[in-house]
């Protein structure tokens, strides 16, 4: 789906991303601070990038593609590794898409962070003088749909709210109803916790994709996998089954405030091949901010301050 301007990040947002990605511990940055030569000690860095949580095989790859790089100290090298696997498309040259229809789908496992994640969405937009409306499509739970609801008024936004014990298809079907209706977007739903083992649980994933398909053909569609990033590699186990069931287009990674290693981000775009869209760095509403590759580099690798 193309990006909307509503998802550019400030200079304050960005350095906020960066303090998130910084390692704690010295990690990476400590093993930096000796690899000023051209020829670092590449095992050493390949320790610090496994402790930060991105992965061996992920670790191995990138360096294998620092070493790649022609010219430059061991940390300029890296960084060019780090910055072409992790560099998209920048929101900002991408064209506004805020005149037409969005749906925001957020999918992931118990306890993510899907349903705080759709208000601090809601609450961007509305910050940037949108129409949001909120969709409680997690009718598993009663509340869940309470939770949701609490958040939309303390947002200041709609709610459509699904049928406890509801089929929440049906709850978006009617939600998208209104959204048309009244003009409202982005339409940002809520779904239930669910593995992605759950065959049951993942066809109705389908059938919600199949349902906003039919109701909002022209609208652009992106589906959020919510990640938490303190599960570390665990998370990314969860990817295929939902790609599977809902196709997804891009990943947030929530609590990176949380004691999260910055490193799981690489190893989302690395063997996922998906987009970190957002990154979640905090529990209030304005603690959801759009992610920006090289603020992200900057402050894995220690550059940022
Ligand atoms: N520190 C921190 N906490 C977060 C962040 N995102 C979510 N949380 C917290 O994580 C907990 C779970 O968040 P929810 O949004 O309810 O998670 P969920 O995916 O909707 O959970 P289920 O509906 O049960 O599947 C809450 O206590 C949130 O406040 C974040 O970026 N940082
Ligand atoms: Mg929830």
């Known amino acids: 789906m193309k990006l909307a301007f509503w998802r550019k990040s400030t200079n304050e947002e960005k350095a906020s991303i960066s303090a998130a990605a910084a390692p704690s511990g010295g990690g990476i940055l400590q093993a930096l601070r000796r690899s000023l030569a051209p020829e670092p000690d590449w095992s050493e860095l390949e320790r610090a990038l496994i402790q930060s949580d991105a992965g061996t095989g992920v670790a191995a790859g990138l360096i294998s593609a620092a070493r790649e790089v022609q010219g430059g100290t061991g940390r300029e090298r890296l960084r060019t590794a780090l910055l072409d696997l992790m560099r998209e498309e920048s929101p900002s040259d991408a064209p506004s898409t805020a005149s037409s229809e969005q749906v925001i789908l957020l999918v992931g496992v118990n306890g993510a962070g899907k349903t705080t994640s759709a208000a601090k969405l809601a609450a961007r937009a509305k910050a940037a003088s949108l129409q949001p409306i909120l969709v409680a499509a997690d009718t598993f739970r009663a509340a869940a749909i309470d939770q949701l609801r609490l958040l939309a008024a303390r947002e200041g ?84 089954g939902f790609n599977r069931a809902a196709g997804v287009d891009g990943v947030i990674l929530t609590k990176l405030d949380a004691g999260a290693r910055g490193g799981v981000a690489l190893a989302v775009r690395r063997e996922l091949g998906l987009p970190v869209r957002w990154v979640g760095v905090g529990e209030r509403g304005s603690d959801l901010l759009p992610f920006d590759a090289d603020a992200f580099v900057d402050g894995l690798l220690g550059d940022a301050v």
């Open 157 to 240: 936004v709609p709610i459509a709210e699904g049928k406890p014990g509801g089929d929440p298809a049906a709850a978006i079907h009617d939600a998208l109803t209104q959204a048309s209706a009244k003009g409202l977007h982005p339409v940002i739903i809520d779904t239930a916790g669910r593995m992605q083992t759950k065959t049951g649980l993942m066809d109705e994933l389908t059938k919600m994709r199949r349902v906003i398909q039919k109701l909002a053909p022209t609208a652009d569609v992106e589906v959020l996998l919510v990640i938490d990033a303190t599960a570390g590699q665990n998370g990314l186990a969860q990817a295929s």
